[in-house]
C-alpha cells in the first residue's frame, strides 16, 4: 500500500520547515496608529543573531533604537520559532469588533528559493501569540543567554 499524497497544506509546511535554516530575516511590526509601532528585524549572518529595533515617530514611550548582536546561535533560534509552529498560522487575523487596537505583520526571508511567509492581523492573534512575541524579545530572552 502506497502513502497518500500530502495535501497542498502539508507540503507548504513541509517547505517551511525544510526551509527554515535557510532563513536570512525575520521582520515583526508591532503597533497602533495611536501608539505608534515597534519594528523588530532580526538577521542573521552566519551563525551570529542581529537585533534591530526601531521606532516609529508616534513612539510616546520614548525608547531609542538600537542593534544588538547576541552570543545566542541562530540555530537555537530557529528551532524555537519552529516549534511555534508559525508556518501553520493563518495568513491573516482579524477582529473587526474593535476599531483602534494593534495590528501586527511578520515577514521570514529566506536565502533559497522559498517564498516569503507572511503572516497579519489586526487585533486578533493565533493562539501562541504571546510565546512568539516574547522569542522576538531577544534582549530580555532566555534563549539566547
Keep these: 500500500?502506497?502513502?497518500p499524497r500530502?495535501?497542498?497544506?502539508?507540503?507548504g509546511i513541509q517547505s517551511f520547515e525544510e526551509s527554515i535554516p535557510f532563513s536570512k530575516e525575520i521582520e515583526f511590526r508591532y503597533g497602533g496608529w495611536l501608539i505608534g509601532y515597534e519594528t523588530r528585524k532580526i538577521t542573521f549572518k552566519g551563525e551570529d543573531l542581529f537585533l534591530d529595533v526601531n521606532y516609529s515617530c508616534f513612539n510616546q514611550n520614548g525608547a531609542k533604537p538600537f542593534t544588538q548582536k547576541f552570543p545566542g546561535k541562530k540555530k537555537d533560534f530557529l528551532d524555537a520559532l519552529t516549534a511555534l509552529h508559525v508556518d501553520e498560522w493563518e495568513e491573516r487575523y482579524e477582529n473587526l469588533m474593535v476599531l483602534d487596537g494593534y495590528h501586527w505583520s511578520l515577514s521570514?526571508?529566506?536565502s533559497n528559493d522559498h517564498?516569503?511567509?507572511k503572516k497579519e492581523g489586526y487585533n486578533d492573534y493565533p493562539d501562541n501569540?504571546?510565546?512568539?512575541?516574547q522569542l522576538l524579545k531577544l534582549e530580555e530572552n532566555h534563549l539566547m543567554k
Design 115 to 117: 517564498k516569503a511567509v
Design 108 to 110: 521570514i526571508y529566506f
Design 1 to 3: 500500500m502506497t502513502n
Design 129 to 133: 501569540f504571546d510565546v512568539f512575541y
Design 6 to 11: 500530502p495535501n497542498e497544506r502539508k507540503k
